[in-house]
């Protein structure tokens, strides 16, 4: 069954920092997410992708955040500056089309900024 | 503001009864509505969706009822085992685009032999 990958799977760095991570959504797919969840709280939006543009972000994902597709099968998260707050697991989701489907998500990124 | 409402309470039930979960959310008509699974560090799993005009959907032995009049969702696990000890997570889109999740704290589910 077709799943959507993430690497790493874990990633330590120094504040300040910056950090790329990298999903593989899954192949026919055109919609793409990040999601974000900190220790013990509720899984959030950060932003969905379409149409190599932004559709939609959050107010978590600020100027030091970034998204790309760089070629036809990686979806980039980048955080510029990272900060001891961006701590947290980090969800790629990818959804067949929009609106009343079922998103798919990734195993997860663990971010550790120290 | 709109919020989702999951009993943040862990719930303890004994093999081969049924579990039930609650999904309460305030200030919107949702066109559906999602139910995740998700195990400790892992991604959440999607379980089911129902559609506002759908008032109940069922797999195997997972059912989720949808009351838009009390804006509720019921997940239901029959026959439970310890394998479906997990936290299990509501899901909405308030947006109505299909584009932005908006997840509940989720239920702690522990299934006892």
């Known amino acids: 069954e077709p799943e959507v990958t993430q690497t790493p799977s874990h990633q330590v760095t120094q504040m300040g920092q910056e950090v790329i991570l990298r999903c593989v959504p899954i192949?026919?797919?055109?919609?793409f997410y990040w999601y974000r969840q900190i220790l013990g709280q509720k899984v959030e939006f950060l932003v969905s992708?379409?149409?190599?543009?932004?559709?939609?972000k959050s107010e978590i994902f600020d100027d030091q955040f970034s998204v790309e597709r760089p070629d036809g099968s990686n979806f980039t998260l980048k955080i510029r500056s990272t900060k001891l707050e961006d701590s947290a697991m980090y969800f790629c989701?990818?959804?067949?089309?929009?609106?009343?489907?079922?998103?798919?998500f990734g195993p997860g990124t663990r971010l550790l900024v120290l | 503001s709109q919020k989702i409402e999951q009993n943040s309470e862990a719930l303890n039930i004994q093999e081969g009864k049924t579990a039930t979960l609650t999904c309460n959310y305030t200030?919107?008509?949702?066109?559906?509505l999602q139910w995740y699974r998700q195990d400790p560090g892992r991604g959440p799993v999607f379980l089911l969706l129902?559609?506002?005009?759908?008032k109940e959907k069922r797999k195997e032995r997972l059912k989720v009822t949808f009351d838009t009049t009390l804006k509720q969702s019921l997940f239901h696990i029959t026959a439970s085992q310890p394998a479906d000890s997990a936290t299990y997570l509501c899901a909405l889109d308030f947006t109505g685009g299909g584009n932005k999740l908006t997840f509940g704290t989720g239920t702690q589910l522990k299934v006892e032999l």
């Open positions: 129902i559609r506002e005009n759908e």
């Open positions: 200030n919107y008509s949702p066109a559906y």
């Open positions: 989701a990818s959804s067949e089309r929009r609106n009343q489907e079922t998103q798919y």
């Open positions: 192949s026919n797919h055109l919609y």
């Open positions: 992708f379409y149409n190599n543009e932004i559709s939609e």
